[in-house]
Protein backbone atom coordinates (compact mmCIF):
# COMPACT_ATOMS: atom_id res chain seq x y z
CA UNK A 1 0.00 0.00 0.00
CA UNK A 2 1.60 3.37 -1.04
CA UNK A 3 2.04 5.65 1.80
CA UNK A 4 0.45 8.32 -0.52
CA UNK A 5 -2.11 6.25 -0.46
CA UNK A 6 -5.48 9.01 0.57
CA UNK A 7 -7.60 8.34 2.69
CA UNK A 8 -11.27 9.84 3.62
CA UNK A 9 -11.99 9.97 7.32
CA UNK A 10 -14.60 10.57 9.33
CA UNK A 11 -15.43 12.57 12.66
CA UNK A 12 -16.95 10.55 14.97
CA UNK A 13 -15.88 12.64 18.28
CA UNK A 14 -15.08 16.08 18.83
CA UNK A 15 -14.31 17.40 22.26
CA UNK A 16 -13.65 20.63 23.39
CA UNK A 17 -10.21 21.23 24.90
CA UNK A 18 -10.04 24.76 25.86
CA UNK A 19 -11.46 27.86 24.04
CA UNK A 20 -9.72 27.28 21.16
CA UNK A 21 -8.73 23.91 20.88
CA UNK A 22 -10.76 20.55 20.21
CA UNK A 23 -9.58 16.81 20.14
CA UNK A 24 -11.26 15.43 17.09
CA UNK A 25 -11.65 11.67 16.86
CA UNK A 26 -11.66 10.09 13.10
CA UNK A 27 -12.18 6.89 11.77
CA UNK A 28 -10.48 6.00 8.23
CA UNK A 29 -13.07 4.99 5.58
CA UNK A 30 -12.86 1.85 3.15
CA UNK A 31 -9.62 1.07 3.72
CA UNK A 32 -8.49 -2.59 5.13
CA UNK A 33 -6.07 -1.38 7.63
CA UNK A 34 -5.37 2.14 8.80
CA UNK A 35 -1.35 1.52 10.43
CA UNK A 36 0.82 4.33 11.86
CA UNK A 37 3.65 4.63 14.50
CA UNK A 38 3.18 6.35 17.67
CA UNK A 39 4.97 10.41 16.78
CA UNK A 40 3.76 10.37 13.03
CA UNK A 41 1.15 12.68 11.42
CA UNK A 42 -1.06 13.10 8.82
CA UNK A 43 -1.70 15.27 5.84
CA UNK A 44 -5.22 16.70 5.40
CA UNK A 45 -6.88 18.21 2.74
CA UNK A 46 -9.71 19.90 2.01
CA UNK A 47 -10.83 23.06 -0.38
CA UNK A 48 -11.75 25.86 0.01
CA UNK A 49 -15.21 27.74 -1.44
CA UNK A 50 -13.39 29.32 -4.27
CA UNK A 51 -11.99 25.54 -5.33
CA UNK A 52 -8.17 26.00 -3.64
CA UNK A 53 -7.50 22.93 -2.24
CA UNK A 54 -5.84 23.57 1.16
CA UNK A 55 -2.82 20.57 2.43
CA UNK A 56 -1.94 20.66 6.56
CA UNK A 57 0.01 18.79 8.95
CA UNK A 58 -0.85 17.59 12.34
CA UNK A 59 -0.01 15.08 14.41
CA UNK A 60 -1.68 12.29 15.51
CA UNK A 61 -2.47 12.64 19.15
CA UNK A 62 -3.97 8.63 19.74
CA UNK A 63 -2.00 5.32 20.13
CA UNK A 64 -2.24 3.21 17.12
CA UNK A 65 -4.98 0.56 17.68
CA UNK A 66 -6.86 -1.87 15.76
CA UNK A 67 -9.98 0.12 14.57
CA UNK A 68 -9.03 2.17 11.60
CA UNK A 69 -9.01 5.20 14.51
CA UNK A 70 -6.69 8.35 15.15
CA UNK A 71 -7.26 11.63 16.92
CA UNK A 72 -6.25 15.19 16.42
CA UNK A 73 -5.73 17.89 19.13
CA UNK A 74 -5.40 21.29 17.39
CA UNK A 75 -5.45 24.90 18.07
CA UNK A 76 -8.00 27.79 15.73
CA UNK A 77 -5.47 29.88 14.19
CA UNK A 78 -7.31 33.20 13.51
CA UNK A 79 -7.72 33.37 9.73
CA UNK A 80 -6.43 29.67 9.23
CA UNK A 81 -8.50 28.23 6.90
CA UNK A 82 -8.20 24.88 7.30
CA UNK A 83 -8.18 24.82 11.82
CA UNK A 84 -11.51 26.73 11.29
CA UNK A 85 -12.66 23.87 9.24
CA UNK A 86 -11.51 21.15 11.51
CA UNK A 87 -13.01 22.85 14.69
CA UNK A 88 -16.54 23.46 13.16
CA UNK A 89 -16.59 20.19 11.74
CA UNK A 90 -19.57 18.34 12.95
CA UNK A 91 -19.78 14.75 13.63
CA UNK A 92 -20.24 12.66 10.65
CA UNK A 93 -18.55 14.94 8.24
CA UNK A 94 -15.72 13.86 6.23
CA UNK A 95 -12.15 15.23 5.13
CA UNK A 96 -9.58 13.60 3.07
CA UNK A 97 -6.08 12.78 4.36
CA UNK A 98 -2.62 11.45 3.34
CA UNK A 99 -0.03 9.64 5.14
CA UNK A 100 1.27 8.81 7.89
CA UNK A 101 4.68 10.35 7.58
CA UNK A 102 7.46 11.15 10.07
CA UNK A 103 10.09 10.03 11.68
CA UNK A 104 9.45 11.51 14.83
CA UNK A 105 8.54 8.14 16.68
CA UNK A 106 10.80 6.45 19.93
CA UNK A 107 14.01 4.93 19.11
CA UNK A 108 15.26 1.56 20.01
CA UNK A 109 16.83 1.02 22.61
CA UNK A 110 14.20 2.56 24.82
CA UNK A 111 15.57 4.44 27.56
CA UNK A 112 14.86 6.08 30.59
CA UNK A 113 13.05 9.05 28.29
CA UNK A 114 12.27 12.86 29.23
CA UNK A 115 9.16 14.34 26.67
CA UNK A 116 9.15 18.09 26.77
CA UNK A 117 6.05 20.13 25.24
CA UNK A 118 3.78 22.87 25.30
CA UNK A 119 0.63 24.06 23.81
CA UNK A 120 -0.72 21.21 21.25
CA UNK A 121 3.01 19.91 20.76
CA UNK A 122 1.99 17.33 23.42
CA UNK A 123 -0.46 15.68 20.53
CA UNK A 124 2.59 13.24 19.87
CA UNK A 125 3.31 12.51 23.14
CA UNK A 126 -0.26 11.32 23.82
CA UNK A 127 0.07 8.60 21.12
CA UNK A 128 3.28 7.71 22.39
CA UNK A 129 2.82 7.75 25.75
CA UNK A 130 -0.53 5.58 25.37
CA UNK A 131 1.06 3.44 23.74
CA UNK A 132 4.27 2.90 25.74
CA UNK A 133 2.07 2.22 28.95
CA UNK A 134 -0.41 -0.20 27.55
CA UNK A 135 1.96 -3.00 27.47
CA UNK A 136 5.04 -4.22 30.27
CA UNK A 137 6.79 -5.65 26.52
CA UNK A 138 6.66 -1.96 25.56
CA UNK A 139 7.56 0.22 28.57
CA UNK A 140 9.71 -2.47 30.10
CA UNK A 141 9.40 -0.12 33.24
CA UNK A 142 11.58 2.78 32.35
CA UNK A 143 11.32 5.84 33.80
CA UNK A 144 9.38 8.44 32.29
CA UNK A 145 8.71 12.24 32.62
CA UNK A 146 6.36 14.34 30.73
CA UNK A 147 7.03 18.55 31.10
CA UNK A 148 4.16 19.88 29.85
CA UNK A 149 4.30 23.49 29.50
CA UNK A 150 1.21 25.93 29.35
CA UNK A 151 0.08 29.14 30.52
CA UNK A 152 -2.58 28.72 32.89
CA UNK A 153 -4.28 25.60 34.21
CA UNK A 154 -6.95 26.02 31.98
CA UNK A 155 -4.73 25.83 28.99
CA UNK A 156 -3.30 22.38 30.34
CA UNK A 157 -4.67 19.63 27.24
CA UNK A 158 -5.15 16.05 28.78
CA UNK A 159 -4.63 16.76 32.39
CA UNK A 160 -6.97 14.60 34.18
CA UNK A 161 -5.43 11.60 32.06
CA UNK A 162 -1.95 12.11 32.35
CA UNK A 163 -2.56 12.26 36.21
CA UNK A 164 -4.49 8.82 36.24
CA UNK A 165 -1.69 7.40 34.14
CA UNK A 166 0.93 8.92 36.77
CA UNK A 167 -1.14 7.37 39.48
CA UNK A 168 -1.35 3.61 37.58
CA UNK A 169 2.07 3.82 36.71
CA UNK A 170 4.76 4.72 39.00
CA UNK A 171 7.20 4.91 36.69
CA UNK A 172 5.13 7.71 34.69
CA UNK A 173 6.20 11.07 36.41
CA UNK A 174 3.62 14.09 35.06
CA UNK A 175 5.38 17.73 35.53
CA UNK A 176 2.62 20.31 34.54
CA UNK A 177 4.38 23.78 34.78
CA UNK A 178 2.35 26.84 33.69
CA UNK A 179 3.90 30.32 32.95
CA UNK A 180 0.87 32.14 34.40
CA UNK A 181 0.01 30.28 37.49
CA UNK A 182 -3.04 31.74 39.48
CA UNK A 183 -2.52 31.84 43.38
CA UNK A 184 -4.12 28.02 44.01
CA UNK A 185 -1.91 26.11 41.38
CA UNK A 186 0.15 23.47 43.85
CA UNK A 187 1.91 22.65 40.64
CA UNK A 188 5.61 23.80 38.68
CA UNK A 189 6.00 27.25 37.65
CA UNK A 190 7.42 28.87 34.81
CA UNK A 191 8.86 27.58 31.39
CA UNK A 192 9.69 24.10 30.93
CA UNK A 193 13.40 24.39 30.61
CA UNK A 194 13.58 25.30 33.53
CA UNK A 195 12.50 22.21 35.23
CA UNK A 196 14.44 19.91 33.14
CA UNK A 197 18.12 20.06 34.63
CA UNK A 198 16.29 18.52 37.92
CA UNK A 199 14.64 15.52 35.69
CA UNK A 200 18.23 14.88 34.05
CA UNK A 201 20.99 15.62 36.86
CA UNK A 202 23.02 12.53 37.50
CA UNK A 203 20.71 10.14 35.76
CA UNK A 204 22.81 7.82 33.23
CA UNK A 205 21.84 7.74 29.16
CA UNK A 206 18.32 8.94 28.32
CA UNK A 207 16.56 9.78 25.74
CA UNK A 208 14.55 13.40 25.25
CA UNK A 209 12.16 14.00 23.10
CA UNK A 210 10.70 18.09 22.69
CA UNK A 211 7.45 19.24 20.87
CA UNK A 212 6.25 22.53 20.28
CA UNK A 213 7.20 26.15 18.84
CA UNK A 214 10.29 26.54 17.60
CA UNK A 215 11.33 29.05 20.13
CA UNK A 216 10.80 26.50 22.92
CA UNK A 217 12.17 23.77 20.91
CA UNK A 218 15.81 25.33 20.68
CA UNK A 219 16.04 26.23 24.28
CA UNK A 220 15.78 22.63 25.65
CA UNK A 221 17.79 21.52 22.98
CA UNK A 222 20.60 23.96 23.78
CA UNK A 223 20.16 22.79 27.61
CA UNK A 224 20.42 19.80 26.94
CA UNK A 225 23.95 20.08 25.03
CA UNK A 226 25.15 22.43 27.85
CA UNK A 227 24.77 19.87 30.08
CA UNK A 228 26.59 17.25 27.86
CA UNK A 229 24.35 15.54 25.98
CA UNK A 230 24.81 13.84 22.66
CA UNK A 231 22.80 15.57 20.15
CA UNK A 232 21.42 12.09 18.56
CA UNK A 233 19.83 11.89 22.15
CA UNK A 234 17.82 14.24 21.29
CA UNK A 235 14.78 14.04 19.23
CA UNK A 236 12.32 17.29 18.18
CA UNK A 237 9.67 18.06 16.05
CA UNK A 238 8.64 22.00 15.59
CA UNK A 239 4.85 23.29 14.85
CA UNK A 240 6.46 26.91 13.23
Known sequence: MSPFQTYTARLVRTLPLSDFTKHLEFEILQAPR????????????QNTPEGEEITRAYSIASAPEESNRFALCLNRVQDGFMSNFLCDMKEGQEIRCQGPFGDFILRPPLRDTI??????????FRAMLHWLLADPARHQYKQFW???GN????????????????????????????????????????YVQEHVPA????RGEMHAYICGLEKMVKANRELLKSLGWDRKSILYEKYD
Open 115 to 124: FIATGTGIAP
Open 146 to 148: LVF
Open 199 to 202: VVHG
Open 34 to 45: FGFVAGQWLSLK
Open 151 to 190: RTENDIYYHREFQELASKHPFFHYLPTLSRAGPNWQGLRG
